[in-house]
T-cell receptor, first 117, second 112 residues
Framework: EAQVTQNPRYLITVTGKKLTVTCSQN?????MSWYRQDPGLGLRQIYY???????DKGDVPEGYKVSRKEKRNFPLILESPSPNQTSLYFC????????????????FGPGTRLTVL | RKEVEQDPGPFNVPEGATVAFNCTYS??????FFWYRQDCRKEPKLLMS???SGNEDGRFTAQLNRASQYISLLIRDSKLSDSATYLC?????????????FGKGTTLSVSS
């Protein structure tokens, strides 16, 4: 089954304790992204990757790191989490249709609910 | 500034009603346009892409007006299962997924 998986789904941690949220897709997508979703603010892009070893900042990259060493995996790293990083996080992957117009469908993972105390 | 604006609602309608959502975007270089649906605490899922000529998928019709930088979604004959938040999404990048801007969503509640 084509899917994007994230782990863990729920995490409660304390300020300053490094954590990694994993993301994996089995659709051979080149593009992967991380978003956070907060009430009243909607979905905001943290980082994205166009291919292996190619990553770039989105709108809210501060306090986050990513890596893309393999095509299928795109982990999100919080080196020193703070309470303002409490949020719902989504990983997504996408392809670009060869047709016109492109669909650019984003496939989202189920989300990771992170609480930083 | 990159922005996608939507009326947050909520839109409360009875079954069978027709409801329309509007969305405006600020970046004239926007390349492609979408409507996503998000159920409570779940991941967003693509509802439909929006084409310049307008497009229809069953009870759903999407329209794009590039000159006015305006996107719409029309839902006819609303069902209880249509209750969700609808996200207007604009891609301002040249390649998929590089610069997706999400609206904050419009909440629809369909009642019997």
């Amino acid at each position: 089954e084509a899917q994007v998986t994230q782990n863990p789904r729920y995490l409660i941690t304390v300020t300053g304790k490094k954590l990694t949220v994993t993301c994996s897709q089995n659709m051979n997508h080149e593009y992967m992204s991380w978003y956070r979703q907060d009430p009243g603010l909607g979905l905001r892009q943290i980082y994205y990757s166009m291919n292996v070893e190619v990553t770039d900042k989105g709108d809210v990259p501060e306090g986050y790191k990513v890596s893309r060493k393999e095509k299928r995996n795109f982990p999100l790293i919080l080196e020193s989490p703070s309470p303002n990083q409490t949020s719902l996080y989504f990983c997504a992957s996408s392809f670009r249709s060869s047709g016109i117009p492109s669909t650019d469908t984003q496939y989202f993972g189920p989300g990771t609910r992170l609480t930083v105390l | 500034r990159k922005e996608v604006e939507q009326d947050p609602g909520p839109f409360n309608v009875p079954e069978g009603a027709t409801v329309a959502f509007n969305c405006t975007y600020s970046n004239s270089a926007s390349q492609s346009f979408f409507w996503y649906r998000q159920d409570c605490r779940k991941e967003p899922k693509l509802l439909m892409s929006v084409y310049s000529s307008g497009n229809e998928d069953g009870r759903f019709t999407a329209q794009l007006n590039r000159a006015s930088q305006y996107i719409s979604l029309l839902i006819r004959d609303s069902k209880l299962s249509d209750s969700a938040t609808y996200l207007c999404v604009v891609n301002i990048g040249e390649q998929a997924g590089t610069a997706l801007i999400f609206g904050k969503g419009t909440t629809l509640s369909v009642s019997s």
